[in-house]
């Protein structure tokens, strides 16, 4: 089997990742640029996923669901909250733990990458270049209510996260 698939959105990953790096790179500080452009990465990545490679696996796989999917879509829906909330070093926290986890079911062996790669071989051109065609998503401008931080919290919850557990479980650390 061929990994341009699994090639392409890993090193996806990275170059998104790379971005918040960049933007957290002197501690206590939060660089805005870097970090929208993080936003702008992880968005156009969700949207590669959601809009392009699991539709095409799912069509590969007889129009069902793959399973996975779900919760994967769970994890999107909770990253996609947690872009509105202005940055701050424990909201970028909470951020890496779950892009972590997320990325670690996408990537691992017999993970999201492979199962859709799998499905997916006689197609794997057509859908590179789709992907290679997807545009940016426009992206919001914070909203600093309250609210929004606990419309995230409630998204992550649904994902399976509890917002300040992890931070409290990071800092036993
Ligand atoms: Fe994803
Ligand atoms: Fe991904």
Redo the contacts with the bound molecule.
Sequence with gaps: MNKLLYQF?TED?HRVEGFLNKATAIPGQIDENYYHQFRVGLLK?IKM?EKILFPAAQKANNNEPIPLAAKLRLDHGALTALMVVPPTDDLIKVIRYVLEKH?LL?EEAGGMYDLCEGLTQHQTHEILEELNKATEVPVQAHNKADYVLDVAKRTLQRAGFDYDQILQQLKQK
């Design positions: 959105f990953h990545h996923e990325d996408e």
